[in-house]
């Protein structure tokens, strides 16, 4: 098993920066595809962005492209979201998420989730 605790969100204005930080713990994370999920108040939880295993392959949802980027620290046991160019749609709780098996975007499918860390953008 793998515990995932994230750190880094709060309230900036739109335009602005973040860098959400994933730390895991227990078994080996590079044994894990990696995933950011997010949840905005009364809306489904919508996926962000993935890495592989070895961060070799990422993908992001169209609504974050070119303005999030993920990354991973193997040797940290650390996964990272940098947010940039942020907007009032992107306010809501950030979780990350791991899978041994799956690598993909369907959050249904990863077991093991962090407690999430909430993201507010003001205009």
């Known amino acids: 098993q793998v515990q995932l605790v994230e750190s880094g969100g709060g309230l900036v204005q739109a335009g602005g920066s973040l860098r959400l930080s994933c730390a895991a713990s227990g078994r080996t994370f590079s044994s894990y595809a990696m995933a950011w999920f997010r949840q905005a108040p009364g809306k489904e939880r919508e996926f962000v962005a993935r890495?592989?295993?070895?961060?070799?392959?990422?993908y992001y949802a169209d609504s974050v492209k070119g303005r999030f980027t993920i990354s991973r620290d193997n040797a940290k046991s650390t996964m990272y979201l940098q947010m940039n160019s942020l907007k009032p749609e992107d306010t809501a709780v950030y979780y990350c998420a791991a899978s041994s098996t799956y690598y993909g975007a369907n959050y249904q499918f990863y077991g093991y989730w962090g407690q999430g860390t909430q993201v507010t953008v003001s205009s």
């Open positions: 890495i592989s295993w070895n961060g070799g392959s990422t």
